[in-house]
């Protein structure tokens, strides 16, 4: 009797430590349910509509030839345009716009690196383009960022689309019961069973 006494307070023990790591991750599931996901899914879903919304203004405002206003000053010539382009990029005037591309306004973003060095495009969203070593080399990345839109638009429509998956099963992670509890009942009866009994 005391042996079976001993076996059952030792798995009751590990019982034990299982349900209150499921009691912990039920409560981060009902923390991701009511408040981290939803959150997280009205930005994708902001996001989403922000991409749509400015594909459409850089097809409005997109021309045949190209076209950039770098200081005030509209430019014809991909050359002269980069040039004073990088130089203003790079020189960090943080939060002041420095250009404007197909609609949208460009300024460069503070960063203490002297390496990583990026604009922010914004159009009804706002987006982080990587400056480049070379004149050149920054505009194109700015081109390539216009030309990437579609796929900018498709990444976050299957961000969206995971969230929301995420959600659900959250969901139905939350509505499964701990798969111990009635193993935990029976240990305890028995374990005041035999208690009782020692102490007659």
Request: aromatic share 8%; proline share 2%; hydrophobic share 40%.
């Amino acid at each position: 009797m005391i042996k079976r006494k001993n076996e059952i307070e030792v798995e009751l023990s590990n019982l034990r430590v299982l349900q209150t790591r499921y009691r912990t991750s039920r409560y981060n599931l009902q923390d991701n349910i009511s408040n981290f996901l939803p959150k997280a899914i009205g930005r994708a879903k902001d996001a989403v509509s922000n991409y749509e919304r400015d594909i459409v203004l850089r097809d409005k405002n997109m021309t045949p030839e190209f076209v950039m206003n770098v200081a005030g000053r509209n430019f014809t010539e991909r050359k002269d345009a980069a040039e004073l382009y990088h130089k203003l990029a790079v020189n960090q005037n943080a939060g002041r716009k420095i250009a404007a591309m197909y609609g949208f306004e460009i300024t460069p973003v503070f960063t203490d690196s002297l390496v990583d060095k990026n604009v922010t495009v914004k159009g009804a969203g706002s987006y982080r383009v990587p400056v480049s070593d070379s004149a050149l080399g920054s505009l194109t990345r700015l081109e390539n960022f216009f030309k990437g839109m579609s796929d900018g638009l498709l990444a976050a429509k299957q961000n969206l689309s995971a969230r929301e998956t995420e959600l659900i099963s959250a969901k139905a992670e939350l509505e499964k019961p701990f798969e111990h509890e009635q193993r935990i009942l029976d240990l305890s009866s028995e374990l005041a069973s035999i208690e009782a009994e020692l102490r007659a």
